[in-house]
């Protein structure tokens, strides 16, 4: 049987408005790990950010954007505050106005697998656009951020975090490497 992790979502005033799950047991290749509610009268999925309404609250300078709720909890688990979650791949035009409400320098750690890389570009290239301030956290381990904080510890999380690079380099850099 499937292991499944389960969590709420809430809007920007912090109103439950959805649920979501995870499977924590093997995945199969080729099947997602996330399960979302289909789109309702309150949950947009595109329209919000996962924890956004607490990280509205902070006064630090930036934040971290993740791909799923999962990366979020892992990473607040080893005290990285301001995280929020795409809830997918895909940065929409209204959670860019959420992002650009917050006024902070936007951090994207997403995932290092071709489409994490893919949809990091194509969010680096949205925010720019936007005259969002951003940087991209130069993820050199396998996996996404939840499954790197199970395997490393809180120093070298912190040290990750600190890895950071232009997003007009990564976009060219990426670009070459191929």
Same mark, same amino acid.
């Given at each position: 049987?499937?292991? +499944?992790?389960?969590?709420? @979502?809430?809007?920007?005033?912090?109103?439950? =408005?959805?649920?979501? /799950? &995870?499977?924590?047991?093997?995945?199969? +290749?080729?099947?997602?790990?996330?399960?979302? #509610?289909?789109?309702?009268?309150?949950?947009?999925?595109?329209?919000?950010?996962?924890?956004?309404?607490? =990280?509205?609250?902070?006064?630090?300078?930036?934040?971290?954007? =993740?791909?799923?709720?999962?990366? +979020?909890?892992? #990473?607040?688990?080893?005290? =990285?505050? !301001?995280?929020? /979650?795409? #809830?997918?791949?895909?940065?929409?035009?209204?959670? *860019?106005?959420?992002?650009?409400?917050?006024?902070?320098?936007?951090?994207?750690?997403?995932?290092?697998? $071709?489409?994490?890389?893919?949809?990091?570009?194509? /969010?680096?290239?949205?925010?720019?656009?936007?005259? +969002?301030?951003?940087?991209?956290?130069? !993820?050199?381990? #396998?996996?996404?951020?939840?499954?790197?904080? &199970? $395997? $490393?510890?809180?120093?070298?999380?912190?040290? *990750?975090?600190? !890895?950071?690079?232009?997003?007009?380099? @990564?976009?060219?850099?990426?670009?070459?490497?191929?």
């Amino acid at each position: 049987m499937d292991k +499944v992790m389960i969590d709420r @979502f809430a809007n920007g005033e912090g109103k439950i =408005v959805a649920f979501a /799950a &995870r499977k924590v047991s093997e995945i199969p +290749v080729g099947e997602g790990k996330y399960k979302y #509610l289909p789109s309702c009268q309150y949950y947009q999925k595109s329209s919000l950010l996962y924890n956004y309404s607490a =990280v509205k609250k902070t006064r630090k300078e930036e934040c971290y954007l =993740v791909e799923g709720f999962f990366d +979020v909890i892992s #990473l607040t688990k080893l005290g =990285v505050e !301001n995280c929020l /979650a795409l #809830l997918g791949t895909n940065l929409s035009t209204e959670q *860019i106005k959420l992002l650009k409400e917050l006024k902070k320098r936007i951090i994207l750690f997403l995932d290092n697998d $071709q489409a994490g890389q893919e949809a990091t570009i194509n /969010a680096a290239t949205k925010l720019l656009l936007q005259e +969002v301030d951003c940087e991209i956290i130069k !993820n050199n381990y #396998l996996g996404d951020p939840d499954e790197i904080c &199970r $395997q $490393q510890d809180k120093e070298s999380i912190q040290t *990750i975090l600190q !890895n950071r690079e232009n997003p007009y380099l @990564f976009i060219i850099n990426y670009h070459f490497a191929k």
